[in-house]
């Protein structure tokens, strides 16, 4: 089951997620130009520097994937999620948010 609610999403561990960003400067849309960079990073927790799951978004399709197979080692809990753009040598955090892996029902 996937559930979003503003910025938390809601996983349950072996079932796939796909979203679409949509990314703002100030109040303007903004499209990704050659040579910027989207990242999403998955953190156990706010302090933590490395990432248990770290993704280049594709700046065409802006979709961030995550599958089951990406999920599978992780334990059900909440993580940080942030997804950042780096422009012209700057880095943005614009979208940051919780995510909660959830156990599947079937397997509990």
Do not use: W
Not at 1 to 18: C, R
Not at 69 to 93: F, H, N
């Amino acid at each position: 089951m996937l559930t979003i609610d503003g910025n938390h999403i809601t996983l349950t561990h072996g079932d796939s997620f796909e979203g679409t960003l949509s990314i703002k400067v100030g109040t303007q849309a903004y499209t990704p130009q050659a040579g910027d960079v989207i990242k999403f990073y998955m953190r156990n927790i706010y302090q933590d520097d490395e990432a248990v799951i770290t993704k280049t978004v594709n700046t065409s399709s802006l979709k961030v994937v995550l599958t089951p197979a990406d999920v599978e080692d992780l334990p059900c809990r909440s993580y940080l999620y942030q997804v950042k753009l780096t422009r012209d040598g700057d880095t943005t955090t614009f979208i940051e948010g919780i995510i909660e892996l959830t156990e599947d029902a079937a397997h509990a």
